[in-house]
């Protein structure tokens, strides 16, 4: 399987910028993508940024020029730069990656962190 954990979210005031990070570990053969997702309090989750292993990058409108995802890819991380936040984006971000396992024919496969809680407020 893999486990994903995410990290550096947290409180900001509108306008600020957090960086979010993500690391994957576990019996990976290969990462076709990885990517954030949010979901605010009563509302689905959605798509914000994908990176593939092509360092191809998919940002949602909603955040187009705002935020940054990249990678390390030795490290099997990725990283989202979230600037000039505001209370819109409050919500649980979710990591994701699409990946096949070693030893494993089947796949790829999707999957998830637990999330990481960013609230934009004065």
């Known amino acids: 399987q893999v486990q994903l954990v995410e990290s550096g979210g947290g409180l900001v005031q509108p306008g600020g910028s957090l960086t979010l990070s993500c690391a994957a570990s576990?019996?990976?053969?290969?990462?076709?993508?990885m990517g954030w997702y949010r979901q605010a309090p009563g509302k689905q989750r959605v798509l914000v940024a994908t990176i593939n292993e092509n360092d191809r990058t998919y940002y949602a409108d909603s955040i187009k020029g705002r935020f940054a995802i990249s990678r390390d890819s030795a490290k099997n991380t990725t990283y989202l730069l979230m600037n000039s936040l505001n209370p819109e984006d409050t919500a649980i971000y979710y990591c994701?990656?699409?990946?096949?396992?070693?030893?494993?024919?089947?796949?790829?496969?999707?999957?998830w962190g637990r999330g990481t809680q960013v609230t934009v407020s004065s």
């Open positions: 994701n990656t699409v990946a096949s396992l070693r030893g494993v024919l089947t796949g790829p496969n999707n999957f």
């Open positions: 576990g019996n990976i053969f290969r990462i076709y993508t």
